[in-house]
Structure formats: C-alpha cells, structure tokens
C-alpha cells in the first residue's frame, strides 16, 4: 500500500514538472476597453491550459506604435480595423492570423447625477453643454468614432469649442463620471462598467461611424505564435464568448459583415 501510494505521489509529481515547463507566459497589447473581460478570460484560460497571458492595456494607436517600437508583444487585439491594416501592411502581423474577436457600440453617458435634461445625441448642442468627452481622434478608436458621429448628425461644428480629448476611452469615462464634463462618447461596455455611476443618453445610429469591431492579429516577431494562437482560439470558443457576451460584448458572426455603409473617416 505504502509503494503504491509513492509510486502515485511520484507520477503525479512527474506531470506536475512536465506540465510547467510545457507552460508559457505570452503577452498581448489590448485595446483598454477590453480590460475586464480579458482579465476574466486569462483566469479560465490559464485553469484550462496552464499558460498565462499577461496584458499591456491602453489606447489602440499608441499600442501600435509601442509593438512598432519593437515592445515583445505575442498578440495584438485593437479597438478598430486601421491599427491592424497598419500591421499587415508592414509585415508585423502573421499573414492569415486576422480574426474578429467581438463588436461593441458607442454611446452618450452623462454624470449620474447630471441635471440636464438630454434625451438625445443632438442635445449636446445646446448651450448648457459646456465640455463633452470623447478619446483622442488619432490615437483612440472610440474617439475616431465620436468624431465620425458627431460629423454624420452635422454636430461637429457645433459642439467644436466643447471638445475634451481622453488619452483612452476609459479616461473618458473617469472624467463622466467624476461630473468633470457634462456629457461623454463611450463605448456600452465602458458605460456597463461604470454601473450606476453613469447614465446612458442614447446609442450611436449605427450607420453614423465605421463598424465597431475588435480584430486580433498575432506578431510576426513573436516567439510564441501557437500559444498566442491558443488564447485566440479560447476566446472564439464557448467559455470564451460567454465571457465576452458577460461583459456586454457583441459576439455574432454579423459584426464581421456590417449591413450599413460606415461613415466616412
């Protein structure tokens, strides 16, 4: 009894070492919106493959930039297509790596304890409305978004002097919800976040800016390709999705085949 019982502790001690060496540690730069879900994500993960994946978050364009910079970056998932188009463009990205990881939508919050009475995104013109929020245009895809809004329902010239630029989208939100501006473009999965320290005025007219999607796309300098592989693969699969459907995310096949003509950039 008493060998059978080391021969077990023996083999299990065995798999255990072989296991850890065969794990890997990769790392992803994601679009700071994602934040969230993808920390939910690695933790199941991470139980289901023994590796891990650790995260460097921010705005799309300038975790473009960084991986341009040469940052040891295994995979790469943006806010917008353009980032990536960039990558592929310059043979950063794995050819045929290309995928869509979900879709969001963007929306008008206001302070939750806002006395103004907007009830929609037209109502930013009016004079009450001091400063409005939304992400820096060149390098933060839900401030490219905004603009690309505000431009399609004629605002753009009316709400110009209002404008206050967020380093990220979720800058923009702390400014919302800290009453710092009246009103804020984020996306739904922000304001979800935000709970009941926000209130939503009105969703984006689909039509009124580019598809809001999230393309993934592995590195081309990356050592660990098939493991950075794998955790794409996790999030396409039915633990992934749930996780993503969880935290507002859009996860049907339509947000890869838009059915409105996006708006100009």
Same mark, same amino acid.
């Given at each position: 009894m008493r060998l059978n019982t080391s021969l077990c502790l023996m083999v299990s001690f065995v798999l255990f &070492?072989?296991?850890?060496?065969? #794990?890997?540690?990769?790392? $992803?730069?994601?679009?700071i919106s994602m934040k969230e879900a993808l920390l939910e994500a690695n933790v199941a993960f991470s139980k289901e493959t023994g590796d891990d994946v650790e995260f460097s978050f921010g705005?799309? /364009?300038?975790?473009?930039?960084?991986? +341009?910079? *040469?940052?040891?970056?295994? =995979? $790469?998932?943006? %806010?917008? #297509?353009?980032?990536?188009?960039?990558?592929?463009?310059?043979?950063?990205?794995? #050819? =045929?790596? !290309? !995928?869509?990881?979900? /879709?969001?939508?963007?929306?008008?919050?206001?302070?939750?304890?806002?006395?103004?009475?907007?009830?929609?995104?037209?109502?930013?013109?009016?004079?009450?409305?001091?400063?409005?929020?939304? *992400?820096?245009?060149?390098?933060?895809? %839900?401030?490219?978004?905004?603009?690309?809004?505000? @431009?399609?329902? +004629?605002?753009?010239? @009316?709400?110009? *002097?209002?404008? &206050?630029? /967020?380093?990220?989208?979720?800058? &923009?939100?702390?400014?919302?919800?800290? =009453?710092?501006?009246? @009103? =804020? $473009?984020?996306? #739904?999965?922000?304001?979800?976040q935000a709970g009941d320290k926000v209130k939503i005025i009105a969703t984006a007219p689909a039509d009124s800016h580019d598809p809001i999607v999230y393309p993934g796309v592995l590195v081309a300098a990356s050592k660990k390709q098939a493991t950075a592989a794998t955790f794409f693969a996790f999030l396409a699969s039915q633990k992934g999705l749930l996780i993503l459907r969880k935290h507002g995310f859009i996860t049907d096949a339509q947000v890869t085949k838009p059915t409105t003509q996006p708006a100009a950039k």
């Open positions: &070492v072989a296991s850890t060496a065969r #794990a890997e540690t990769i790392n $992803f730069a994601a679009a705005a799309s /364009g300038v975790l473009l930039t960084q991986i +341009k910079n *040469g940052a040891p970056i295994d =995979g $790469f998932i943006s %806010a917008a #297509a353009e980032q990536v188009d960039v990558m592929e463009k310059a043979n950063l990205a794995v #050819a =045929g790596s !290309r !995928r869509i990881v979900a /879709g969001n939508e963007l929306v008008m919050i206001v302070p939750a304890a806002s006395k103004l009475q907007l009830t929609t995104i037209t109502d930013i013109a009016h004079a009450e409305v001091k400063k409005i929020a939304i *992400g820096q245009p060149k390098s933060v895809p %839900a401030g490219q978004y905004a603009t690309q809004t505000l @431009a399609s329902l +004629k605002l753009d010239s @009316a709400v110009a *002097g209002k404008i &206050v630029n /967020g380093t990220n989208v979720r800058q &923009v939100l702390d400014y919302v919800e800290r =009453g710092e501006v009246d @009103a =804020g $473009f984020v996306y #739904a999965t922000d304001a979800q």
